[in-house]
Structure formats: C-alpha cells, structure tokens
C-alpha cells in the first residue's frame, strides 16, 4: 500500500520556468511534509517542509502547497535553473523521523 | 556541526554472504538514527530506526537486522544475503523527533 505517491517519474522544464513537481498521500493522520532533494550517488538533503495546519511554505525559489482536502503536495520552484536538476522526493511523517516517502520524481532543467 | 559518515561507498558481494554497514554521526548526541533502503525504481523505504543504544524498532519483515552498539554509530547487518538486498542503503540522523532527518551518502550495495 503507498501512502505516498509521485504519480510522474520525470519532469523537463526549460530554464527560467516553473517547474511543478506532485505528491499525493492518502492517510489523512499525516501531520507533516517534507521534500528532498537528491543527486546520484548522494543521499537526499532537506529542501524544504509544511505542517498541516498550513498551505503554504515558502522559502527563496521553493515554494510548497498543501491542499489537506484533496490529500494533494506540491513543489513549485521558480525560476528552475540547470543546478536543480535531481530527483524530488516528497515525504510525508505520522511524527517526526519516520518517514514515508513517494518513488521520486527526475527533474531536468534545461539550459 | 553535525555530520554523518557512511561507508562503504559501493559493495559487491555474492549471494549468502554477510553482510555489514556502518554509519556514525558526530558533532550530536542521542540522535534518532535511521537506515532506508532505495531499491531501483522505487522510493525510500524506512528498514529501522533507533531512539537510544540497544533500542531498535524493525519496519519490515526482512533478511537484515540492525544494531546500535554506541550512540552514535548504527550497523546494517545481514548473515546471508539475498539478490534482494540489492540496492542503496542511506543511513539518516535527527536531532530530536520534530526535526528533520539528515542522510548520509549512502552505499549501492549489488549482490550477484
């Protein structure tokens, strides 16, 4: 059963666009939202979260929505440059540490 | 600061070997410790996690077993791999339980 769902496996965008990466989870228990960032042959690192008593975080070129009603995440970076090219995780948390996340999703910003 | 060690980088090893990870943080105490696992083509699966030495919680069933002998280091074992362990094993820390996690840079683990 996945809890958390990317329901797009890749993304291209040109740069200087938007780019608009989904999540999709289905236990309305999970209080909070996180997404990652991740280069081959890395780990993810912490790109940016929300609390469900919010919609919205924002921080610099990221911004997260959180539509609690339709169990819907997103990701919306703008503008895209070359250097955000990696795979999105989106991860969802009944509490804190345990984590659940979605398959993924490869964004390529081209040049 | 914090950081978080994870070796080996890359591991081949043949079915029904053992298996061993090591993973340590430095720069915190009594972090929250935890080992996922990548399998191709899917997400970040959540293998165990620890709040304290000795205290392990296990998520899935599985041919992997996990210890924390010291506060900061946590082992990935196995005493017969299976080709289903293949994969990309991340070992991740927090601070505390409303933080969020940190990962290592894992290791691709391949068993031929």
């Known amino acids: 059963d996945q809890q958390v769902k990317q329901n797009s496996p890749s993304l291209s965008v040109q740069e200087g666009r938007i780019s608009i990466l989904n999540c999709d989870y289905t236990n309305s228990m999970f209080d909070y939202f996180l997404w990652y960032k991740k280069y081959p042959a890395e780990g993810p690192t912490f790109l940016i979260s929300?609390?469900?008593?919010?919609d919205k975080n924002e921080d610099g070129r990221f911004t997260v929505f959180l539509n609690k009603s339709a169990k819907h995440l997103s990701l919306h970076i703008v503008p895209s440059q070359p250097g955000d090219s990696a795979v999105y995780f989106c991860?969802?948390?009944?509490?804190?540490?345990?984590?659940?996340f979605g398959q993924g999703t490869t964004l390529q910003v081209k040049p | 600061s914090q950081t978080i060690h994870q070796w080996p980088a890359t591991l081949v090893q043949p079915v029904g070997s053992p298996l061993s990870l090591e993973c340590t943080v430095e720069g915190t105490s009594n972090p929250n410790l935890y080992w996922y696992r990548q399998a191709a083509g899917r997400g970040l699966q959540l293998l165990f996690y620890s709040v304290g030495i000795g205290q392990i919680s296990s998520e899935v069933p599985q041919n992997l077993s996990a210890s924390r002998p010291q506060d900061r280091q946590f082992i990935l074992s196995s005493k017969k791999l299976l080709l289903s362990d293949s994969g990309f094993y991340l070992c991740?820390?927090?601070?505390?339980?409303?933080?969020?996690?940190?990962f290592g840079n894992g290791t691709r683990l391949t068993v031929t």
């Open positions: 991740a820390w927090s601070p505390q339980q409303d933080q969020p996690l940190h």
């Open positions: 991860a969802a948390s009944l509490r804190w540490g345990k984590l659940i």
């Open positions: 929300i609390s469900s008593i919010k």
